[in-house]
DNA sequence: TGTAGGCGTGAGAGCGCTCTCACAATCCCG
DNA sequence: CGGGATTGTGAGAGCGCTCTCACGCCTACA
């Protein structure tokens, strides 16, 4: 169609002629370098200089087997994935590690099954290194695919299916636990919860920890008190309105989420209750949400960085060392007290 | 260190044995298949499936140079990209079209000069096809130094540096120009507005469509009028609060995004002037803010996902057919009329 | 002084694929 | 029914790189 001004493409072969020693010598300087003279490695470099050259990726790829890249594999609505800071903190947290090792972090995010069809061919086919995968509900088969396939993998947030994959959580259920001890703590005994959809991990584990702290406490576990959410502020709000309607001697609730927290706040507005007085609160994520709601709540903070560093940290070790043994890391959460819960 | 099951990974050769017929004819199936028997490919097809192959991508990318990805790059903190709906749009847009077209897309988002470093490695090491860009502030050096390289680059939002680049904007000079001129068939005749920073040129390209449609209004310009901002609520508030008190006969304000106009209804509120009746409003982004806000925010609605679209069509073209023409394409905004303006 | 060992270097064999070219088989048209 | 065009297929030459192996040199030790 037109003038396309691909470059001469410098080669080994044309640094080699330059610096007047051999191909082999040229890429042991370009790599790791061992076993090359100061004097020669200096000529040589003083070629690839003036020569301007580049490896080509492709060429390298082809007889190590390795592409220095790795993929970040999230199926969510791109819509979901941008709204939500929880993976810009990821990220963040992913890139910390991977620009150390010089690995590249290429972000995939397959909308439909024929995108996950695409997906899969792009990774069998040779283009990563390794997987990291971001797995957050229940009936996702991109785990299982992946982790039967022979490229690393390392998903964050634990899969629901049982399969032997490594992967790094947040401690959910200690989270939730703590959380619940908090408001027995105070002196609270008839503490209801709003859980996330119980399909996903997150929602069951934080549901457990629910659980985990009545049974602590001495207090016995009702199942009219656990209200099944879907971590968003309009169902939270209806079923706390039921909640008050049914059992008006609550005085406390556990929300699995900021969001279903501010729904719960919401709703005892309405009915008149005050907070933290009539009843506490505390909730878990400590979103920007948390801080701004009315009053401030007290929340489960999650190192979401620092979750992302671990799977990256995690993926590198498995993609440098052919290290294919399944880790799995929990990583402990805070609890951050504010006025909701009368801190 | 340990055992890395890597499957035989069936190649060409072992296709052909298979199925009987050369490499040749094996990689003539495989891609575009021209010239091949039915009878031929069908054996191919079963030989293929049997063995579950699939091609070596650094094998073929050595030979046809082509590596079937493209880049999205954002030079932007990730808690900025992650936070902004504008690149959920975007991206949204983007995969629409490169979907079709099996290219993968890579999102790349430096974060530090030494990111760019990487990043100018990554790319000139023939990782990628092409590049999208978006290129928001005025000063980067990402645009200058790609176009420079000889990788095929498509722009997002008119590069301030004048450099031979194909770009896709929207029509910010006409956006403002028809908000503008919105207000002035109103009746209005003292129109303020809050500009972004202006070493952007979405920002200079609206103020520049207010000063159009002042003049089409036979209206003059009044330099106190420009109040520059930052695209930002806060900062929008005070200095509107301000403009009230210098020019208190303002009966209309021309926002360049809708936190801006947020920032002026809440300035507007305390000054204890009523809108639309004392003072019209009329905003540009038409984002989720324009519709929540009290009144709603009569604004401007850019079609990202289209811009989106057609960054990819662009650069799909250029890397298909090796066109280097550099190309412009403005797209159209729209008016969107609500109670700010009195609507 | 002889020999073992270490070090720096080069030769050469592929990695898996595409693509040009040559060749055989089939077709078409006068 | 013959000559040229068309079609389907295979042989083989690389693409640019890494990596093993062999070789010559220098040092160390007996």
Redesign the interface.
Same mark, same amino acid.
């Given at each position: 169609? &037109?003038? #396309?001004?691909?470059?001469p493409a410098m080669t080994l072969e044309a640094v080699a002629l330059e610096a007047g020693v051999s191909r082999a010598t040229v890429s042991r300087v370009v790599n790791g370098g061992n076993r090359v003279s100061p004097a020669t490695r200096a000529v040589v470099e003083g070629a690839i200089q003036r020569l301007g050259y580049? *490896?080509?990726?492709?060429?390298r &790829?082809?007889v190590t087997?390795r592409?220095d /890249?790795v993929g970040l594999v999230i199926p969510e609505p791109?819509?979901h994935? #941008? @709204?939500? *800071?929880f #993976?810009?903190r990821l990220?963040?947290g992913i /890139?910390d590690i991977l /620009?150390h090792g010089?690995l $590249?972090l290429?972000?995939?995010?397959p $909308?439909s099954p024929?995108?996950v069809e695409?997906l899969a061919?792009?990774l069998? @086919?040779?283009?990563l290194d390794g997987v990291l995968l971001v797995s957050l509900h229940g009936q996702d088969p991109l785990p299982a695919f992946l982790s039967a396939s022979?490229i690393p993998v390392v998903v964050g947030g634990r899969p629901t299916s049982g399969a032997e994959v490594s992967f790094v959580d947040v401690d959910n259920v200690g989270g939730a636990r703590s959380a619940v001890r908090h408001l027995v703590d105070r002196g609270r005994c008839r503490i209801a919860t709003l859980t996330g959809p119980l399909d996903m991990a997150v929602a069951a584990d934080r549901l457990e920890g629910y659980r985990l702290a009545l049974a602590d406490g001495g207090l016995p576990v009702d199942r009219g008190l656990e209200l099944s959410g879907d971590f968003d502020r309009e169902t939270a709000l209806q079923r706390t309105a039921d909640l008050l309607r049914r059992h008006p001697d609550v005085d406390a609730i556990f929300a699995a989420s900021d969001p279903m927290a501010v729904g719960a706040l919401q709703a005892l507005r309405a009915a008149g209750r005050s907070v933290p007085d009539d009843v506490a609160i505390v909730s878990f994520d400590d979103s920007a949400l948390a801080l701004s709601a009315e009053p401030p709540l007290s929340s489960i903070r999650q190192p979401i960085e620092e979750m992302g560093r671990e799977m990256a940290r995690l993926l590198t070790r498995m993609v440098t #060392?052919?290290?294919?043994?399944a880790r799995r890391v929990i990583l402990a959460t805070e609890l951050v007290v504010r006025a909701s819960s009368g801190g």
């Open positions: 169609m &037109s003038e #396309f001004l691909a470059k580049t *490896p080509n990726r492709a060429a &790829s082809l087997r592409t /890249s791109t819509g994935i #941008f @709204g939500d *800071p #993976f810009a990220v963040r /890139s /620009s010089d $590249q290429v972000l995939l995010t $909308q024929s995108d695409r061919r792009y069998t @086919g040779g283009h022979t #060392f052919r290290d294919r043994v």
